[in-house]
C-alpha cells in the first residue's frame, strides 16, 4: 500500500493507516533531526512533528507526497526548537538561510561508533547554515529533488539548484578550515555526504 492508500485511510479514521504511515518514514524523521538537536530532543521534535501532521491533514492538498510534507513540518518544528532553546533565543522564527547549529548553540550528539572522518564532516554540516544542511541531507540521504526540495525549504523550484551549489561551496569552504584532507574533490565529497547516512 503506498502513501497516498495509506493516508486516504488514515483521513478516513483508520488509526491504524496512520500509525503505518509514520512507521514508513520513522527512520527518515529521526535522521532529520539527529544531526541538528541533542537526543534528548530527538524524540519530542519527533512527536510534535507528527501531532503537527496530525492537526494539519485537513489542510494537506497532496499537491506533494506526505513525505515532502512530513518534513515542512518538521522544519518549521526545528525553527521553532531552534527559537526557543537555541543560544540565539528569540522572539521571531531564526533565520534558517543564516545560523547554523552550532551558531545556535544546539549539541547533537553523534553515533559513538563514528570515525574522525564522520565526526568532522558532521561538524563542518552542522557549522553551515541550517537550511544548507537540511538542502545536502534531504538531497543526499532522502534523494529528494527539485519541487519536493522547494516545497520543505519554502523557496521557488528555479532556487533549488543554487541552494545546492552554496551549500556544496559552503560545506566545502568549512572542511577546508576544518580538516583540508577532506575538502576533496566535489564526487568524492558528495559521497561522504550521502554515506553519513548510513550512521545516523
Known sequence: MDDAELLARWRAGDKTAGNDLFDRHFDALRRFFRNKVAMTDVEDLMQRTLTSCLESLDGFRQEASFRTFLFVVARRRLADHIRTKGRLAQREAPDLTMSSIRDAGLTPSFAAAANEHHILLAEAMRSIPVDF????????????????????????????????????????????????????????????????????
Open 133 to 200: 544542511q537540511i538542502t545536502l541531507e534531504l538531497y543526499y540521504w532522502e534523494q529528494l529533488r527539485g519541487p519536493e526540495l522547494a516545497a520543505v525549504l519554502e523557496i521557488s523550484p528555479t532556487t533549488v539548484r543554487t541552494r545546492l551549489h552554496r551549500a556544496r561551496a559552503a560545506l566545502k569552504e568549512r572542511l577546508i578550515e576544518l580538516a583540508p584532507e577532506l575538502a576533496t574533490d566535489d564526487p568524492t565529497l558528495e559521497r561522504s555526504v550521502a554515506g553519513l547516512a548510513a550512521i545516523l
